[in-house]
């Protein structure tokens, strides 16, 4: 699909919050500036996306293969409404997918439109997300009972009949089929979708009165060349006795007339049998329509013209109309309102459509030009949509390419401006712009079931420097250390490697470690006797200790016999250097990195595996801070291998990571949780502080602290994505960065920096105002 976009004034759109947290350096492939946040939310692939201004906040809408469509404030990326689905079939319980997605200001509102599988076409207002309305086709206009009428047909297969002058439904007819004349007054014929015989029923238009008797046929037979139906009389509830198909009604279905009885035995033993038939509809007397077995149902005797003048709504219903020359289409509200839509416009865009009031006084009709009518143009005129997936802003044309990369294009020349945007890890199906604070935004939308938004003002420098050699496969843990008075960054890989590198410009200081077995899960940095030592964890009972500088392994594993390690924490016990380890043995325990053995007994108190561990100094004494899947908090005595007070509570789920820092001078534990929260807890008084910082659905991403403009700032990766919350206040601080893949591991760093591994690569981020 493509969505055009004019952008809007520069004044009128919302600011971007600024960033506060900058890239320095990276290895692997440049990270692309101009990635800003992904939208995550939808449970399938993502189609299509259109762009809007909602009092003056820029928002996407979008429409995905989970059936729904949902609205994105683009400054926060959070959603905006309930998602809207389209209808669900009552027999099936299926919902009709999304099939494409535009937008509109209609009446100063902006306004959201969704195409579904079964060709509706819904209306939703933007500011409320409310439904505003659903497109429906137009069939006739008509005068009833000397009240000039508008006859429309629903996705649903209802037909309404809708004042002209009022714009209200005076009568609605579900699964309608046909419309005719019998006997001077106009009637509705209907037949019901779920019902098996496929009965045809007669209805009054005006007065809504059910005119017809439905008869079930029996047989249907031919004799020379003239078709006759035998119904089945109807069963005399008051003799208790049930219907004999020999003595049935014969009916000739030419001229909807009965047949003399005479003619019975004939009929029913010459007669070569015609299948089917399944009902016949009687009114006064004479047959008008013969219900058939999934098909359509024929017409007879009186309304045997019918069919021929175009009696069958379905075929004589159209999307558009026009209007005092004007192209002009219907909704229908909630409560059968009709507004009517002026969408003529020298260009296929949605900037200019307009809502008209229903009718004039005179009573001017719609009138419904001859011959076919162009297939979806409907929502052609809507939409403005192309043949392809692109979108064209001022002055560049995006184009969706065969290798699932999004590429800018100036477009005069057509010629590409900087690489393609790369990000996604699926097909791109849909892409559009809008103007957000003066700067141009992309929003691309994805099988990978996200929506990508971009900076097209930013244009890649040298100044974003070469690639730099790095992993070969997937980095799992990392963590920052100081080799001979520089701070540095340690990383270990899936590709079994530990690599060193100085923080500051990103390059390898020492040769690499090799040989680590399976996965590093954990990983702190501590000093032994004056050497740095770099203690690992994996999916085993062992801890691993590596020299950094040597590139060498330092003894033999040190078994923990906790079944499996989850968690590390470095600390100083009494002077000496010591790792806190958490376990899935619902224990945690304290190890001396000197003499490789534990300290004390376990920490016990736990009630399921222990997944997250943190320490720091508490009035004096060292400390550690434990998370579990028994959705507690708890705080021990590294001194004393005792729990501090009780334990704290508050998550509803799993608790999936700690970590502690100081907030307006008091100590304070950050706990993150599957229950999609983050909570501070302070640790002088064991209460929770603040509220819970909510919007964070992925309990498996990393969480660390670290400091921006000197306050201390919580990390949290979210997917494809890391954000910042001011633990003071709670508030998020400024754009989130966006990784090319889920962000895997954090790690604080010396001056309010941040280290970000995802995929191979790894990038230093540090605070805007350095």
């Given amino acids: 699909m493509s969505e055009i976009s004019t952008g809007a004034p520069d004044d009128a759109n919302a600011p971007l919050p600024e960033p506060r947290w900058t890239l320095r350096w990276a290895d692997g492939p440049v990270p692309d500036r101009r990635r800003l946040r992904p939208l995550v939310g939808h449970d399938g692939p993502v189609r299509t996306v259109a762009t809007a201004l909602v009092d003056g906040r820029p ?21 905006l409404h309930e998602p809207v689905t389209g209808r669900t079939d009552a027999v099936s319980s299926t919902t009709v997918e999304v099939l494409s997605v535009a937008t509109a200001v209609a009446d100063g509102r902006p306004v959201a439109f969704s195409l579904h599988g079964d060709d509706s076409v819904l209306v939703r207002d933007l500011a409320t997300g409310r439904a505003a309305g659903e497109f429906v086709r137009l069939v006739e206009s008509a005068v009833l009972d000397e009240r000039r009428v508008l006859l429309t047909l629903g996705a649903d297969g209802t037909l309404s009949v809708g004042d002209l002058l009022t714009g209200r439904r005076v009568a609605a007819f579900p699964s309608a089929t046909g419309v005719a004349m019998l006997d001077g007054r106009r009637v509705v014929l209907t037949v019901d979708a779920v019902d098996v015989d496929r009965t045809v029923r007669v209805w009054d238009m005006a007065t809504g009165e059910q005119l017809a008797r439905s008869l079930s046929v029996a047989r249907t037979v031919d004799l020379d060349g003239r078709v006759l139906a035998v119904t089945a009389p109807e069963p005399d509830p008051a003799a208790g006795t049930a219907a004999d198909p020999a003595q049935g009604r014969l009916w000739d279905l030419a001229t909807g007339e009965p047949v003399d009885a005479s003619e019975a035995a004939a009929v029913l033993s010459e007669g070569a ?26 017409f007879i005797g009186p309304l045997a013209l019918a069919r021929q003048n175009g009696a069958l709504v379905r075929t004589r219903a159209r999307e558009t109309a026009v209007l005092d020359g004007r192209t002009v289409a219907l909704t229908a509200g909630a409560d059968g309102t009709l507004r009517l839509w002026d969408l003529t416009d020298d260009r296929p865009r949605v ?31 809507i939409s403005g949509r192309g043949n392809g997936p692109s979108d064209r802003a001022d ?27 790369t990000g996604h890890t699926g097909k791109v199906w849909d892409v559009a712009t809008i103007v957000v604070d003066g700067r141009l935004v992309a929003v691309t939308a994805s099988a990978d079931h996200t929506l990508r938004t971009w900076d ?64 590093v899960t954990a990983m702190v940095a501590s000093e032994v006797d004056g050497r740095p030592v770099i203690v690992t964890a994996g999916c085993g009972d062992t801890l691993r200790l590596l020299d950094p500088v040597g590139a060498d392994h330092l003894g033999e594993p040190v078994t923990t016999h906790h079944g499996r390690v989850l968690a590390l924490a470095g600390a100083t016990l009494a002077g000496r250097p010591v790792v806190v380890t958490a376990g899935s043995d619902r224990t945690a325990a304290i190890w001396d990195l000197a003499t490789r053995r534990p300290v004390g007994e376990p920490l016990t108190g736990h009630t399921s595996r222990v997944t997250a561990v943190a320490t720091a100094e508490l009035a004096g004494r060292p400390v550690a801070v434990t998370g579990s899947w028994d959705k507690t908090v708890r705080l ?11 334990p704290l509570t508050g998550h509803s789920d799993w608790v999936t990571s700690v970590a502690t820092t100081l907030v307006d001078g008091r100590l304070v534990a950050i706990s993150r949780s599957r229950d999609e929260t983050v909570r501070r807890w302070d640790l002088a008084t064991l209460r929770e502080t603040g509220e819970p910082l909510t919007g964070h659905p992925d309990p498996n991403g990393p969480m660390v602290v670290t400091t921006g403009d000197a306050r201390p700032v919580v990390a949290i990766g979210q997917g494809q994505a890391v954000r910042f919350r001011d633990l003071a206040t709670g508030r998020e601080l400024g754009s989130e960065y966006a990784p090319a893949l889920p962000a895997a591991a954090l790690a604080p760093a010396p001056g309010g920096r941040l280290v970000v591994a995802f995929g191979p690569e790894i990038a230093v981020l540090g605070p805007a105002a350095d």
């Avoid at 009031?357 to 409907?378: C, I, N």
């Avoid at 002055?395 to 945007?421: I, N, S």
């Fill in 59 to 79: 928002v996407a809408v979008s429409g995905s293969r989970d059936n729904t469509v949902r609205v994105w404030d683009l400054a926060t990326g959070e959603q």
């Fill in 273 to 298: 049998d015609r299948p089917g038939a399944t009902t016949l509809t009687v009114v006064r007397g004479r047959a008008v329509a013969l219900g058939l077995d999934d098909e359509e149902p024929r």
């Fill in 351 to 381: 900037h200019g459509m307009r809502v008209i009031d229903a009718v004039d006084a005179s009573g001017t009709a719609p009138t419904f030009p001859p011959g076919p009518e162009r297939e979806a143009d409907l929502w052609h005129r």
């Fill in 395 to 421: 002055a560049v044309l995006l184009t969706v390419e065969q290798d699932e990369t999004v590429v800018v294009r100036d477009r005069a020349t057509g010629k590409p401006v900087g690489p393609p945007l």
């Fill in 456 to 519: 097209l003002s930013h244009a890649l420098t040298p100044e974003d420097g070469p690639s730099r050699p790095g992993h070969t496969a997937a980095v799992s843990a990392v963590t920052t250390a100081v080799l001979d008075g520089r701070p540095v960054v340690v990383t270990a890989g899936a590709d079994h490697t530990l690599r060193v590198r100085d923080l500051s410009t990103g390059r390898q200081v020492t040769a690499p470690v090799t040989g680590l077995e399976g996965a």
């Fill in 636 to 646: 021990w005595d590294l001194g004393t291998g005792r729990q501090i007070g009780e």
